[in-house]
């Protein structure tokens, strides 16, 4: 699979896992599907930023505390970019909780 393919399953897997986490997270909301495929979008695009400048990973399972973390913030953050995504404090650490369970079950290598 080319790069461009490796980009699009990447977003896909994190739709899918973004998706999931927000049915089962209380005060996660996400409006439509336009509004889930700009956030996996703006949360890919998050992670690569962090991952560039810090060289720190975005993951809620594997990489300790610190990528637990980071994963809650950025499912936190990324509500002041995309309209129709809402979260909660409380919610986005249970989400980055939740979303490190499903990313460990899914394949490819999709962060938050």
């Not at 990973?57 to 499912?75: D, E, M, N, Y």
């Not at 953050?77 to 989400?95: C, N």
């Amino acid at each position: 699979m080319g790069m461009v393919g490796q980009i699009i399953w990447r977003l896909v897997t994190s739709a899918i896992v973004l998706a999931i986490t927000a049915f089962f997270t209380p005060g996660f909301s996400i409006n439509n599907f336009w509004t889930l495929a700009i956030a996996a979008i703006v949360l890919t695009v998050i992670d690569y930023l962090i991952v560039k400048f810090t060289g720190l990973q975005v993951s809620s399972f594997g990489k300790g505390f610190v990528g637990f973390v980071l994963a809650a913030i950025t499912l936190y953050v990324t509500q002041f970019f995309v309209a129709g995504y809402t979260v909660s404090w409380m919610a986005a650490i249970i989400g980055a909780l939740i979303y490190g369970v499903i990313d460990y079950f899914i394949p490819g290598e999709q962060s938050v």
